[in-house]
């Protein structure tokens, strides 16, 4: 499955996309997890500012 994405973001309109990794604290437990979600690269920051 990962082939196909790597294949998909190597096309030209691919380019455009930047992956985004945010560590998130779990209330029950106190560990961190991974959230990781593909957005256009002109709305990257505001996605950062979001909370969770």
């Not at 690269?41 to 950062?48: N, S, Y």
Request: avoid cysteine; charged fraction near 35%; hydrophobic fraction near 40%.
């Amino acid at each position: 499955m990962a082939k196909k994405v790597v294949a998909t973001l190597q096309k030209k309109e691919g380019k455009n996309f930047a992956k985004v990794i945010r560590a998130v604290k779990s209330e029950k437990t106190g560990a961190y997890t991974f959230k990781e979600e593909m957005v256009p690269v002109d709305q990257v920051k505001d996605v950062l500012a979001k909370k969770s």
